[in-house]
């Protein structure tokens, strides 16, 4: 009976592990994690502390007792601590037992995920100091918001800013300490600027900012009471949160002899294959392909996770899948405020070789007579000389981040913002102006690009 | 100084003025038409009657203060009852002061729009009996919706379901009668059905929909106090309205030597000329070209004639624009109900020549733990030996129109089902699932032709 074994059971490593199951009804098919839960949705745990439901049940995209039905061995708190190519075996620690076990495998697949990078900060092993990784993460941090009126958060990426509202919407103060010069360095600066700008108006009262500095020390003694940073500020706190970013969990993988890319994360190719024969790897350990630039890049997101668990198990089982990329397509919000992104922002495209062009337009998201009319800025970003489309970011309080994924299939399918702007898309009162906001953006760029030539 | 002559001034008319000025500060620009108002928003109208807002100017994109500001000659209540191409004149009649007088042009754009197709049926002219196409018709309607408690909607098209959400809103007990066997024909049937379940599980009390029936005779005298159908049904009403679609206005066009395409509206090449030299035809008196299918069309719509226009003026004004046709796309909604189509259906698919295979989803349109979440149902269309898609329909309460919009760039640049599939397209739980139903119904897709070749 073939073996097939997976470490790691969040997204990636779930989607395989049923994808295995459908292909090969007779697979012994084992997954072995770490953590206390598997295949959970880890995005939504921010609108879980936030309260959108307060069952954390509805998390679990599948539970256990579905997999087990399914034939598909779940050992929960079983830490993976090496691979084994040679023999084609994995070792096993049981966390509960400190028991070691070797486990043999035919096909592995790694989805060992990311974990918190933790910057170099005084006193980090304070209590309600946390980051957001794991289901329990989220379960502990709800806890301590509910009794809690302070509340830094350290780093202003997605993870942040959704903790942000979430913990406004408890009813905590909160101060938001980022590093680089903007919030969102993800987008563009001038983007990130106008999100910055609609936070503060938004919560003046209960939300303070701060850009260009880190925090160096926490304050308090066995319980956190605050946090000191480089710049000299001090800030009170009941809970502190570590949002810095993630970095792949690739150690295991590293001693295997198990090859890297330039991103620092598992090189894999468009089969999800490793270097190493019948070890295949996916979800948020693993290098994508940027699909614009074809250039290496790193970003972990579910819904790629999804995909790659889902094409290594095709692979994996005999069949041909290919996973050939990604364009970063992401969004998130803050309260009603969508922030969406695909493709290369500017400063992206200008870093890899590209001669970019943006032009950023702020208009009604439906005809301005409907009631729930509400402004969206489109950003848009073409190369000067191909004028092939390269990016959107599209932020506002409307109906912002459909409109993204209308460019992003112009950008899996390279396009000219010409042939974009010949798009038809829908119009009605209730759903946007008789121009869209997103014709507006490429008309201004062909106008752009025209005028640069003449 | 250069003469522009437009006739007609809702739409594309209006937006061929104002962009003809802004390329050419210097000519003389006049607009002729028989209606009493220009540049308003027709497609708002069913919103106005509903109550959505209560002050008809709200509709108007620009006043005709603001066009004579521009130095553009509004002439209202004026009807072009002649062109004479030999001369460049056009011959006008003033409805008020009932005098007729010729006008020189030295490039003419015809933008007459459409007109309600009213099929016979008896005692059509009482009071009461509306269509609705001008400013004026919606006025009149709303007035009477407010006295009214009954009223039959014949047709049971765009314009149909969006008056009888309107009625249905204002209180009425509505009668919906359309002769196809499935309201909304523009859809599959199968989406259709869809559709209606939905319209009369919501009211069933105020709704009745009857299809595969026409009305042949209003009943009443003066006032119309009922109708009669052909398989010998009565329903009462206070108002009835005719909404059995609409045809191009072309009789002046036809009379001077214009020619028509296949669908009998204004045949013009991409360029929006017209057979004749220096005459240009633009928005809903012209015929259009269908994208996926490149043949002839002849789909109505504010957005299209937007853009017509603004191609029109561009080219007469000595620039070069081009504007290649339409998908189709297109959305309404009866209340949060959304319904939104792009490209080919699949029985036109199959009409046209292609091998059409569809597939059907209904999910959710976020993740199921936000509260929020509804179903929308996605029917995705492709060419059986090509694997290129052909058109998409999404409904539902959820969030669908955005979602035909990123099929639709898809449409344009021609792509095979798999090359969408591998689109990243963005995901949070509060946007769409890990796997959006836009990637469920294109793997649905693939499996299923991959199913018929092997």
Avoid at 155 to 171: M, N, P, R
Avoid at 183 to 206: G, T, V, Y
Avoid at 232 to 261: C, H, M, R, S, Y
Avoid at 357 to 375: C, I, Q, R
Wanted: hydrophobic content about 40%; proline content about 4%.
């Amino acid at each position: 009976m073939e073996k097939i074994v997976i470490i790691g059971g969040v997204a990636a490593g779930a989607k395989a592990a049923a994808k295995a199951r459908r292909l090969k009804p007779e697979a012994d098919i084992n997954i072995y994690t770490e953590d206390t839960h598997v295949s959970y949705s880890a995005c939504g745990l921010p609108f879980f502390i936030e309260g959108n439901f307060n069952d954390v049940d509805m998390l679990f995209v599948r539970d256990i007792e579905e997999f087990e039905k399914e034939n598909i061995h779940i050992h929960l708190l079983n830490r993976v601590t090496r691979i084994l190519p040679d023999k084609k075996q994995i070792l096993v620690l049981d966390l509960e037992k400190s028991e070691e076990f070797f486990v043999d495998y035919d096909k592995l697949v790694i989805a060992t995920g990311a974990r918190p990078a933790i910057p170099p900060i005084k006193n980090i092993n304070l209590r309600n100091v946390f980051s957001l990784r794991t289901l329990e993460d989220g379960i502990n941090i709800k806890e301590k918001v509910l009794k809690s009126k302070k509340a830094v958060i350290v780093g202003g990426g997605y993870i942040g800013i959704e903790l942000l509202e979430a913990f406004v919407k408890q009813g905590l103060h909160v101060t938001m300490i980022e590093f680089a010069p903007h919030i969102m360095p993800i987008f563009d600066d001038d983007i990130s600027e106008i999100i910055k700008s609609h936070i503060l108006e938004r919560d003046s009262e209960n939300v303070e900012i701060i850009n260009s500095d880190s925090v160096v020390e926490l304050l308090g003694y066995e319980e956190v009471s605050g946090v000191k940073t480089k710049n000299g500020l001090k800030f009170d706190a009941d809970l502190v949160i570590i949002a810095t970013g993630v970095k792949p969990n690739v150690e295991i993988a590293v001693a295997a002899g198990i090859q890297l890319g330039e991103t620092g994360a598992i090189k894999v190719n468009n089969k999800m294959q490793t270097n190493i024969e019948d070890i295949y790897a996916a979800g948020d350990c693993v290098e994508k392909v940027q699909l614009v630039s074809k250039t290496p890049t790193w970003i972990p997101l579910g819904s790629t996770a999804n995909k790659e668990g889902r094409c290594a198990a095709i692979n994996l089982c005999g069949g041909e899948d290919c996973f050939e990329g990604i364009l970063g397509s992401a969004v998130t919000r803050y309260f009603a405020f969508t922030m969406s992104i695909t493709g290369l922002t500017e400063k992206q495209a200008a870093k890899l070789g590209f001669d970019p062009v943006s032009v950023m337009v702020t208009k009604l998201d439906k005809v301005g007579y409907m009631p729930k009319a509400k402004n969206i800025t489109i950003k848009l970003i073409s190369d000067r000389k191909t004028r092939k489309l390269l990016g959107a970011q599209a932020i506002g309080a409307g109906d912002a981040d459909k409109r993204v994924n209308t460019v992003a299939t112009g950008l899996i399918c390279p396009m000219t913002v010409d042939d974009f702007f010949s798009n038809d898309i829908t119009y009605a009162p209730p759903y946007s102006p008789s121009i869209d906001p997103l014709l507006t953006a490429a008309q201004m760029m062909i106008e752009k690009l025209n005028k640069a030539t003449s």
